[in-house]
């Protein structure tokens, strides 16, 4: 069964920081995606990046980068320079290729991230 | 332009009343859905549409009834709600069912008293 963990509840760091959001995953296919999503108080996800299970080649944009290693099965999102307006949940997900009729995405349960200024 | 638009932002209503939450994309999107989310929980899955046909209902009480009126507007219909089914309503499209990115709309914020 497909699984996420996102075990940082909360993480707080004072602005400049750098800080990595851990996401571990479990899945039964060698085909899935891997998302990362950010939810600032005002509610609305905004996606940050979808990763295919064939791409490991880490990726950075801007400040943020995402480290992915199916080795450990883990996906992990670093950012560099913490701002304040980094502040948000940022949830880790999961998709297994499209082949059964309730497939859909697991979300992880989220980390709550506090940039101090 | 990756927008998905819901109305209304919040919404207060009684357990006898009858409402509607409102959700359009104009991505061409195939795949339309509605989760919700409780405070410090991760959305939930509740209506997948594809292609302007229910595809998945993930065993939603029959006070949530979803419509889609055509490939760009997903509604959700409230009657009789509980004061537990407050939450955060989100709407989300994504290019076709599956695993394709899923965006998604700012949310109504739904109180029931």
């Known amino acids: 069964a497909q699984k996420v963990t996102q075990a940082q509840t909360e993480i707080s760091v004072v602005e400049k920081e750098d800080v990595t959001l851990d996401c571990v995953y479990e899945?039964?296919?060698?085909?899935?995606?891997l998302f990362w999503y950010k939810q600032p108080p005002s509610g609305e996800l905004v996606f940050l990046i979808r990763?295919?299970?064939?791409?490991?080649q880490n990726e950075i944009s801007g400040r943020y980068s995402w480290n992915f290693q199916k080795s450990t099965s883990s996906f992990n999102f670093t950012i560099t320079a913490s701002q304040v307006v980094d502040s948000a949940v940022y949830f880790c997900?999961?998709?297994?290729?499209?082949?059964?009729?309730?497939?859909?995405?697991?979300f992880g349960k989220g980390t709550r991230l506090h940039i101090l200024p | 332009d990756t927008e998905v638009t819901q109305t209304p932002k919040h919404l207060v209503m009684g357990m006898t009343n009858k409402k509607s939450l409102k959700c359009e994309q104009h991505?061409?999107?195939?795949?339309m859905y509605w989760y919700k989310q409780k405070a410090k929980k991760p959305p939930e899955l509740m209506f997948v549409?594809?292609?302007?046909?229910?595809?998945i209902n993930e065993s939603v009480p029959s006070r949530f009834s979803p419509e889609c009126p055509n490939s760009s507007l997903l509604n959700l219909h409230l009657h009789a709600l509980q004061p537990e089914d407050s939450a955060l309503y989100l709407c989300?499209?994504?290019?076709?069912?599956?695993?394709?990115?899923?965006?998604f709309g700012p949310g109504t914020r739904l109180t029931v008293l």
């Open positions: 549409y594809s292609y302007e046909k229910l595809s």
């Open positions: 991505m061409g999107h195939r795949a």
């Open positions: 990763r295919n299970s064939f791409d490991e």
């Open positions: 899945t039964r296919d060698t085909t899935y995606y």
């Open positions: 989300a499209s994504s290019q076709e069912e599956g695993s394709d990115t899923q965006y």
């Open positions: 997900a999961l998709s297994e290729a499209p082949r059964y009729r309730d497939d859909k995405i697991i």
